[in-house]
């Protein structure tokens, strides 16, 4: 399966602030997606990242409060905008290729003080 | 909307026992299913996928899907303390190719 970088890996953030966070694949993969993982609860999908074009959200996560871009096959930005103390969580990106089952990078753990 | 449920547990097994972890799902036109691995403080692993009815089996782990009772199970024969962690069902309704709905998870301790 691809290699997937995630980066920062953790990060303790000022409320009010945005932080980018980075997913890069070592192959072109089809989809790209990001996750969040609240602590104790299970993955909540924001948004898969479309190539070229706007991401698609899902209900309950806007465009202004999470940015995402993806210029290519490889690589998409995750940002999380203005934050606040419920922003705290882990954060995560999935790849799958055609046919392929997601897997995912190893998470960025966001603290907001 | 789409749900998945499983119960949270926690489940404790006797090492060397047979782990069953249960999924069942809302959604009919759901097509494929996974099982990820979620060791505390880590992301999760994919084990196991299955997207015909009956069993699948991959060394000690054996996926079980039954689409007409909407359940899917995860059989872990002789549990290894190893094993111990959050097990976390996921569907979605085209193999890879679309978002994936994932149940709360199931805690898992094996008992040396």
């Known amino acids: 399966s691809a290699v997937i970088s995630q980066k920062p890996s953790r990060d303790i953030c000022q409320r009010g602030t945005s932080l980018t966070i980075q997913c890069q694949v070592d192959s072109q993969v089809t989809m790209m997606f990001w996750y969040r993982q609240q602590p104790g609860q299970s993955l909540t999908l924001i948004a898969t990242?479309?190539?070229?074009?706007?991401?698609?959200?899902e209900s309950g996560f806007v465009i202004d409060k999470f940015p995402i871009s993806r210029p290519n096959l490889t690589f998409s930005t995750l940002t999380v905008s203005n934050m606040s103390p419920e922003d705290s969580s882990i954060y995560l990106c999935?790849?799958?290729?055609?046919?392929?089952?997601?897997?995912f990078g190893d998470g960025t753990r966001l603290s907001i003080l | 909307q789409k749900e998945v449920e499983q119960n949270s547990g926690p489940l404790s097994v006797p090492e060397g026992a047979i782990a069953s972890l249960n999924c069942t799902y809302s959604?009919?036109?759901?097509?494929?299913f996974f099982w990820y691995r979620q060791y505390s403080g880590k992301s999760p692993e994919l084990i196991m996928f299955?997207?015909?009815?009956g069993d699948k089996e991959d060394g000690r782990f054996t996926a079980q899907l039954n689409k007409a009772s909407q359940y899917v199970s995860l059989l872990i024969r002789d549990s290894q303390p190893s094993d111990s962690a959050t097990y976390l069902c996921a569907v979605n309704g085209n193999f890879g190719n679309e978002k994936l709905t994932f149940g709360t998870g199931t805690r898992l301790t094996i008992i040396p």
């Open positions: 999935s790849v799958a290729g055609s046919n392929q089952p997601q897997h």
């Open positions: 299955i997207y015909s009815n």
């Open positions: 959604d009919r036109g759901s097509q494929s």
């Open positions: 990242a479309n190539q070229g074009s706007e991401a698609t959200y």
